[in-house]
């Protein structure tokens, strides 16, 4: 006797809440075209808002990563700006947790209901919590949990954001915040003078202060360098950042070679052996280990991709399920920790990996091909 499946269970609490959420939906489309916005009321609102020193404090964000100093506009200012266009729906929801997985599947979005432009990215958040020596671990308990969507969700909403609002709009309002930062119409003097202030209570070493904005003196800093600090000062106060992590100390010059008395000279092939990187001075993460590869292949062959045949879907797919910031060029790339990442999401899925991979390669096929039709700027990078 066959068995019918049971279909999935839906409370009628949840039900009353997707109609209301689909109902609240078209009344905010009917509401956005009978009262459309007035643009250049909404430009005259967002530079008055802009130009207030408690939303420009707040506007921007600010991180070394080595010899670069990324810098972007924050959440908080990107949502300021999307309330005042108005019109507007946006947010993220998590639409699947597994718990046997250790994953989150999360979505965000941005949506203008006026025009009924919308732009959605659906995104695998692996409960792995980032260390600051470069390593990672399992998140170890609920609010870790909480706490790292939400911070992932949140840098996808600026992005989803950033892409729905006008360039001119967004770019005119980074601008005007910039310009209360840097004090524009303030002697640099008494800038750099304000600004010290600022880092002094912190207690940051000059050094690494010049460092951050690679300057060689406090007088060479130019008004773009001392809003750098001024951003990372304020990051600091509010608790999103410690000194040593937006005021790493220069590094230390290399000592040089005193060759001993009576010593032999260094062959070329010597010296290349001696001078090669160490992997684990320069914290590079463990190789993927034969066990975890064999696992993956297996796993892969289950999801429907032929071993000899299907080589560069396979490696796209572990870029995405890995979230890989540059193309994979062979499986051995990998990392111990991004090929278990992979295999956790692959074993989840259990009997629906086929489609589940399938669907999701399907997807990023046309979202390749709708890049390539329309190009668009590069997002900026996520803090």
């Not at 062959?267 to 590079?284: K, S």
């Not at 696992?295 to 892969?300: D, R, V």
């Not at 560069?312 to 890995?322: G, K, S, V, Y």
Request: proline share 7%; with cysteine.
């Amino acid at each position: 006797m066959t068995v019918a499946a049971r279909p999935e269970y839906t409370s009628q609490g949840t039900q009353i809440e997707q109609a209301r959420a689909a109902h609240d939906v078209m009344v905010a489309m009917e509401a956005a075209k009978k009262w459309p916005r007035d643009l250049p009321q909404v430009r005259a609102d967002m530079l008055t808002v802009c130009q207030t020193e408690r939303v420009a404090k707040t506007a921007f964000w600010s991180l070394p990563r080595g010899d670069k100093k990324l810098t972007g506009s924050s959440v908080q200012l990107m949502r300021t700006i999307a309330a005042i266009f108005g019109n507007m729906d946006v947010g993220a929801r998590q639409l699947d947790r597994n718990e046997r997985g250790r994953f989150s599947e999360m979505q965000a979005w941005a949506w203008d209901l006026q025009s009924n432009f919308r732009i959605a990215e659906t995104f695998i958040v692996p409960w792995i919590v980032d260390l600051k020596n470069e390593g990672s671990r399992p998140a170890k308990s609920e609010r870790e949990i909480r706490e790292l969507l939400s911070a992932v969700a949140q840098r996808k909403v600026r992005v989803q954001i950033a892409n729905v609002l006008p360039d001119w709009y967004v770019a005119e309002a980074e601008d005007t915040a910039m310009a209360v930062v840097e004090q524009r119409g303030v002697p640099i003097e008494k800038v750099r003078a304000d600004t010290a202030k600022l880092l002094d209570p912190l207690g940051v070493q000059m050094p690494n202060v010049l460092y951050r904005v690679g300057r060689d003196k406090w007088s060479d800093t130019l008004r773009g360098d001392l809003a750098v600090l001024r951003i990372a000062a304020d990051q600091i106060l509010r608790g999103e950042a410690s000194v040593a992590d937006l005021f790493p100390p220069p590094p230390k010059p290399a000592a040089p070679f005193v060759p001993e008395v009576g010593a032999k000279p260094i062959t070329q092939q010597e010296a290349a052996v001696d001078t090669a990187p160490d992997a684990d001075l320069l914290g590079e993460k463990p190789k993927l280990t034969p066990k975890t590869r064999r696992e993956l292949m297996a796993l892969c062959t289950e999801a429907g991709l032929d071993p000899r045949k299907d080589r560069d879907r396979r490696l796209r797919l572990f870029e995405i399920l890995a979230q890989l910031s540059e193309p994979l060029t062979s499986g051995d790339l990998l990392s111990e920790d991004d090929g278990q990442v992979i295999a956790a999401l692959l074993r989840a899925r259990g009997k629906g990996v086929k489609d589940w991979v399938a669907q999701m390669l399907r997807k990023d096929d046309e979202e390749r091909a709708r890049d390539l039709a329309e190009p668009t700027e590069d997002t900026p990078p996520e803090e």
